[in-house]
T-cell receptor, first 115, second 110 residues
Framework: KAGVTQTPRYLIKTRGQQVTLSCSPI?????VSWYQQTPGQGLQFLFE???????NKGNFPGRFSGRQFSNSRSEMNVSTLELGDSALYLC??????????????FGPGTRLLVL | KNEVEQSPQNLTAQEGEFITINCSYS?????LHWLQQHPGGGIVSLFM???GKKKHGRLIATINIQEKHSSLHITASHPRDSAVYIC????????????FGKGTHLIIQP
């Protein structure tokens, strides 16, 4: 079974731009969660999607949004990029939604640099 | 104060040593995860626990719900175990997703 894939793997943007990141979960997994990892804050939960619905959301501003499609693929969007948005963005999939009470399978991440 | 605290932050040991990494949390949880992250960023889920103990090869994870504490042990450590180990908790009912510890940077010297 193919693992979780994320595209693109690396991205450079400038302040004020917007960016869309994509995540394809393991086949059959219906839940996708997104995380941000920075050296200062570590890993932080962004949001979780299940069956095209956002189930949980972390403490991030409205510039961070996401969606999930009927095939469980998910995208996250960050608008009006700030320097502090430079981070590794990870997605993880699991069979069902559980707010973190299921084993999660992580993708390789997208490394975003905002200049 | 973080709701999930890990210790130590950094650990250097010699090959073959028994390693223990600790994780404590401040509220009730529905699950506790141990994750491994190698340089380059990839994260692998090692264990998910809600009670008791789990073992996989040389890795053992335990959790004490009453004391709100979990440990990850590595027996007969090897240089390939060098990585960052992160604990993550589904706090309360899990409505806020996973809350992560800051990670333990482990280096095993040959």
């Amino acid at each position: 079974k193919a693992g979780v894939t994320q595209t693109p793997r690396y991205l450079i943007k400038t302040r004020g731009q917007q960016v869309t990141l994509s995540c394809s979960p393991i086949s059959g997994h219906r839940s996708v969660s997104w995380y941000q990892q920075t050296p200062g804050q570590g890993l932080q939960f962004l949001f979780e999607y299940f069956s095209e619905t956002q189930r949980n959301k972390g403490n991030f501003p409205g510039r961070f949004s996401g969606r999930q499609f009927s095939n469980s693929r998910s995208e996250m969007n960050v608008s009006t990029l700030e320097l502090g948005d430079s981070a590794l963005y990870l997605c993880a999939s699991s069979l069902l939604t559980s707010g973190g009470a299921e084993t999660q399978y992580f993708g390789p991440g997208t490394r975003l640099l905002v200049l | 104060k973080n709701e999930v605290e890990q210790s130590p932050q950094n650990l250097t040991a010699q090959e073959g040593e028994f390693i223990t990494i600790n994780c404590s949390y401040s509220v009730g949880i529905s699950a506790l995860h141990w994750l491994q992250q190698h340089p380059g960023g990839g994260i692998v889920s090692l264990f998910m626990l809600s009670s008791g103990k789990k073992k996989h090869g040389r890795l053992i994870a335990t959790i004490n719900i009453q004391e709100k504490h979990s440990s990850l042990h590595i027996t007969a450590s090897h240089p390939r175990d060098s990585a960052v180990y992160i604990c993550a908790a589904a706090l309360g009912g899990g409505a806020d997703g996973l809350t992560f510890g800051k990670g333990t940077h482990l280096i095993i010297q040959p």
